[in-house]
């Protein structure tokens, strides 16, 4: 029977071992694209290590090689065996599923098996699903393809135990674009989900699916009593860019003004990135009180990259004459006025 000794010396040997391969896949990634690339990735995914699998399955993400998709399938097949012990965390399963995504596998298999994959392990002080982001990376894949009856698959995730899974749901409803999807998020929305960040992710999800349709109910939320609700109404507004949208939220600022959204209407106006909302933003920083003339400029800071935007702001603040917005100017853009 083996000693304790020299169990450690093999366990330290494989640690070793699999920092040695870590470090040259780092390599790897650095360098020029070779001859060589393909067959030292396709030694790496057959590699027993989740941690080797999953760091070479991101190399074929960001290198786009989709000549390595048996090699990923296969590796995602082995590490569904006792899974729990062989990818804990489910580090390789989560990055394969990502690379064949980016790499536009379009056999459904994988996908329906990461969808419905469950990962229970101990997590100090109790168990946990580690396999929650791989549900999801398995709903985008089945909506990027297309796959008939998704909308029913994303039903049941959105009641998945685990936050994680059910904002992916959300957004893959949203990525749907179908007419199926825009009761189901709008019902989960009124309904509420133990987590804001759910009902705020639906907002923005049927922004995405149809955004005609949806500005007034979106709008309904920006006086919800979650303050987290009514930010992610605002910013699923925001992120639209729709000179609607853009109305809607400079409506809002006199009653959000004295609240505590107040910055963030304006933050979401600043976001639309539209010249309407630019303008209102320097009216602001130029007319109104000082607290409001600060929030202004703290949302007009989206646009510090911008040379013409910044010389706009710039001689605003220079006829204030307001040593708040000039140390707030400093702090925010990174020059004087």
Same mark, same amino acid.
């Given at each position: 029977?083996?000693?304790?000794?020299?169990?450690?010396?093999?366990d330290?040997?494989?640690?070793?071992?699999?920092?040695?391969?870590?470090?040259?896949?780092?390599?790897?990634?650095?360098?020029?694209?070779?001859?060589?690339?393909?067959?030292?990735?396709?030694?790496a995914?057959?590699?027993?290590s989740?941690?080797?699998?999953?760091?070479?399955?991101?190399?074929?993400?960001?290198?786009?090689l989709?000549?390595?998709?048996?090699?990923?399938?296969a590796?995602?097949?082995?590490?569904?065996?006792?899974?729990e012990?062989?990818?804990?965390?489910?580090?390789?399963?989560?990055?394969?599923v990502?690379?064949?995504n980016t790499?536009?596998?379009?056999?459904e298999?994988?996908f329906?098996?990461?969808l419905?994959?469950?990962?229970?392990?101990?997590?100090?002080?109790?168990?946990?699903?580690?396999?929650?982001?791989?549900?999801?990376d398995?709903?985008f894949?089945?909506?990027?393809?297309?796959?008939?009856?998704?909308?029913?698959? !994303?039903v049941d =995730? %959105?009641?998945?135990?685990?936050?994680?899974?059910?904002? #992916? /749901?959300?957004? $893959? *409803?949203?990525?749907?674009?179908?007419?199926a999807?825009?009761?189901?998020?709008?019902?989960?929305?009124?309904?509420?989900?133990?987590?804001?960040?759910?009902?705020?992710?639906?907002?923005?999800?049927l922004?995405?699916?149809?955004?005609?349709?949806?500005?007034?109910?979106?709008?309904?939320?920006?006086?919800?009593?979650?303050?987290?609700i009514?930010?992610?109404a605002?910013f699923?507004?925001?992120?639209?860019?729709?000179?609607?949208?853009?109305?809607?939220?400079k409506?809002?600022?006199?009653?959000?003004?004295?609240a505590?959204?107040?910055?963030?209407?304006?933050?979401?106006?600043?976001?639309?990135?539209?010249?309407?909302? !630019?303008?209102? =933003? %320097?009216?602001?920083?130029?007319?109104?009180?000082?607290a #409001? /003339?600060?929030? $202004? *400029?703290?949302?007009?800071?989206i646009?510090?990259?911008?040379?013409?935007?910044?010389?706009?702001?710039r001689?605003?603040?220079?006829?204030?004459?307001d040593?708040?917005?000039?140390?707030?100017?400093?702090?925010?853009?990174?020059?004087?006025?």
């Open positions: 029977m083996a000693s304790r000794r020299h169990i450690r010396r093999i330290m040997a494989k640690s070793r071992g699999v920092d040695a391969k870590l470090i040259r896949l780092q390599e790897l990634r650095q360098e020029a694209a070779g001859p060589h690339h393909l067959a030292e990735l396709r030694k995914l057959a590699d027993n989740s941690l080797v699998v999953a760091a070479a399955a991101e190399i074929v993400s960001v290198c786009i989709p000549d390595l998709t048996s090699d990923l399938v590796a995602f097949d082995r590490f569904m065996v006792e899974s012990t062989t990818d804990k965390n489910c580090r390789a399963k989560i990055a394969i990502d690379a064949l790499i536009e596998h379009d056999k298999d994988v329906l098996r990461a419905r994959h469950v990962q229970k392990e101990y997590r100090w002080p109790k168990m946990e699903d580690t396999a929650a982001a791989l549900r999801g398995g709903a894949g089945l909506v990027r393809i297309n796959y008939p009856g998704v909308v029913l698959l !994303l =995730l %959105l009641t998945d135990s685990e936050m994680v899974a059910r904002v #992916a /749901a959300v957004k $893959a *409803l949203g990525e749907t674009r179908a007419l999807a825009i009761p189901l998020l709008r019902y989960k929305a009124r309904v509420g989900d133990a987590e804001s960040a759910v009902t705020a992710e639906c907002l923005s999800a922004m995405t699916a149809a955004p005609n349709d949806s500005i007034p109910f979106v709008t309904s939320f920006l006086d919800w009593p979650d303050e987290a009514q930010e992610g605002a699923a507004l925001a992120e639209s860019r729709r000179p609607d949208a853009l109305e809607v939220l409506a809002q600022w006199p009653k959000a003004r004295h505590a959204t107040g910055e963030v209407i304006l933050l979401a106006i600043a976001m639309t990135r539209l010249p309407a909302a !630019l303008d209102f =933003l %320097l009216e602001i920083l130029a007319a109104d009180n000082q #409001a /003339a600060l929030a $202004a *400029l703290s949302a007009l800071a646009h510090r990259h911008n040379e013409a935007v910044k010389e706009r702001i001689a605003v603040i220079a006829t204030r004459k040593s708040e917005l000039q140390k707030r100017f400093d702090k925010k853009f990174g020059g004087k006025a």
